[in-house]
């Protein structure tokens, strides 16, 4: 993971947002390379979600959410996460991420000041593996207490009181990190909350409003809207791709959690009937859709969410996992959420949201079923996907590792770089320009003329272009009259080398990167 944040950084991908303020947690910036990446992603999902079906409409909802909406779908009395905090250091830790764990606790009822100037009443416990590391409770404890005494207390000036030792299995009480005890769990709303309008009064409720924590609020708002307006019949599907924002208790894993980020979704109407079967239809245009964009179906386990981990509301959940370096973890979320989140807003604002069946003559609340993918995690997955280190040996038998990002070429961020073999060779550079124009209205390219060939065949290969074009003698007729016109296009992954005619160049990397 270390050798793909550092890449990411150095070649442009990623950066953390405000980094020469000493960064914002949770907040990424894409740089010129991934930004290409991340609309190629989202242009990718959009055509196949939306362009290329007939019952699937887009749409692009507000961020600034009205309170009422997040009050009707359940947001602002329940989307916390539990969070607790560490006695010792106070970081603040996911209390259901906590993993179970046994060994010796040290209980202790309370410490005191060796010189006897302090002296304190309170419960701490530290966890170590066994009995054997009591010095290493001891002086966590002591660190705890110190704390407590006051700023310029050292633990050696501590006291420890009423020390017990007891075997301890299984439990979330404790910092894995240090052994500390933690505080007890308490509920954090994970909502961005804001004040809209100038008014003076930042508890009044009519302007109290959110960042949203979902895009689908905003199409359940619009779904009567949008069958109003579009001529949609069921089953139909509306689409969005935008902002999402929640502020995490403990963002990590690089862009993997993120308290800013982007969603992916659909909701997908449908009569009462056809949810289930829809609910597996999707998991396998989700699937293929990562196999196309270059995460395989091998590397994603479907999790069959059980019952006692589902939503109430849900009949059934899939949940797509990928295995970044750091574990097994959600990409996206097809969840089966009958007709939940319409009724809740039929409810909430008063007006009616049924659909009338024009052929049964019957009325009721659509169902929907929801595949949510995450765009900043599909990124990282299909970097760390595309991540290879390839060792070759030269001619003289010389060993060298040849960093390697395998994109597929239509998420690749440029899809062709072009180069003239000498910079010095008017025109070579000509043509290579010309070339550079020609393609530059149908995808991103790069010209570069900078250093040997193999230095930027290197550069592009570190970036994930799959085509590097160059313009050399050949082009030119000099050797061998026939390659006139010609060029020399490399391929990133096998690097092996064909000559394509200029003219030609256009459609051929056309069927190539689409
Ligand atoms: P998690 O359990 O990892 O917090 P979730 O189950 O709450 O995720 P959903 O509410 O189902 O996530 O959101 C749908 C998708 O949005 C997720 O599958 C993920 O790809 C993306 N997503 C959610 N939270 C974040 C985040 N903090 N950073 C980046 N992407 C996110």
Not at 84 to 111: H, I, N, W
Not at 437 to 466: C, H, I, N, S
Request: charged fraction near 30%; hydrophobic fraction near 35%.
């Amino acid at each position: 993971m270390e050798k793909i944040v550092s890449l990411c950084k150095r070649r442009g991908f990623i950066f953390q947002a405000a980094e020469i303020y000493g960064g914002l947690n949770g907040c990424w910036d894409y740089g010129p390379m991934g930004v290409e990446l991340k609309r190629n992603l989202k242009e990718y999902w959009w055509r196949k979600t939306v362009q290329e079906r007939d019952d699937v409409v887009g749409m692009d909802g507000s961020i600034l959410t009205h309170n009422s909406v997040l009050v009707a779908s359940g947001h602002v009395g329940g989307f916390s996460d539990p969070m607790c905090d560490c006695l010792l250091t106070k970081e603040r830790l996911r209390a259901d991420q906590v993993p179970a764990q046994s060994g010796m606790g040290f209980f202790y009822t309370g410490a005191a000041k060796k010189d006897g100037s302090w002296n304190m009443e309170k419960e701490y416990s530290v966890l170590v593996e066994t009995e054997k590391q009591a010095d290493k409770a001891r002086k966590t404890a002591a660190q705890y207490y110190a704390q407590l005494a006051g700023k310029d207390v050292s633990h050696k000036e501590i006291e420890l009181q009423g020390e017990r030792m007891e075997p301890v299995t299984d439990s979330t009480m404790y910092n894995p990190a240090n052994g500390s005890l933690l505080t007890e769990a308490r509920e954090f709303n994970l909502m961005f909350k804001t004040t809209i309008g100038a008014t003076s009064d930042e508890n009044d409720p009519n302007a109290t409003g959110w960042l949203r924590p979902e895009t689908a609020q905003s199409i359940f708002c619009q779904y009567k809207n949008i069958l109003d307006s579009s001529r949609v019949k069921l089953p139909f599907g509306i689409a969005q791709i935008g902002k999402s924002f929640r502020n995490e208790i403990n963002p990590r894993n690089f862009t993997f959690r993120s308290r800013e980020f982007e969603q992916m979704e659909i909701e997908y109407f449908c009569r009462p009937e056809d949810g289930l079967r829809l609910v597996d239809e999707w998991l396998e245009k989700r699937l293929s859709f990562y196999d196309e964009v270059g995460v395989p179906r091998e590397h994603i386990h479907i999790l069959d969410v059980p019952d006692d981990e589902r939503a109430f509301y849900s009949k059934k959940t899939y949940d797509l996992e990928y295995e970044f370096p750091f574990g097994i973890q959600e990409l996206e979320g097809i969840a089966y959420r009958t007709d939940y989140d319409l009724t809740c807003h039929q409810k909430g604002s008063g007006r009616p949201l049924e659909y009338f069946d024009e052929e049964t003559r019957e009325k009721f609340i659509p169902h929907v079923v929801e595949p949510s993918a995450g765009c900043d995690r599909t990124v990282l997955a299909i970097i760390c996907e595309a991540y290879d280190e390839e060792e070759l040996v030269d001619d003289k038998g010389k060993k060298d590792v040849r960093t390697v990002l395998r994109f597929v070429p239509r998420i690749a961020p440029i899809k062709a770089a072009i180069f003239p073999l000498l910079k010095k060779n008017e025109e070579q550079v000509r043509i290579a320009r010309e070339i550079e124009k020609t393609l530059q209205p149908w995808m991103t390219v790069f010209y570069d003329e900078a250093g040997a060939v193999g230095r930027r065949y290197r550069r592009q290969d570190e970036v994930g272009t799959p085509f590097c074009i160059t313009v050399d003698f050949e082009t030119l007729g000099e050797n061998d009259p026939s390659l006139k016109d010609t060029v020399t296009i490399r391929h990133r992954d096998s690097m092996e080398q064909e000559r394509v005619a200029v003219k030609d160049l256009l459609h051929w990397l056309i069927a190539r990167v689409r």
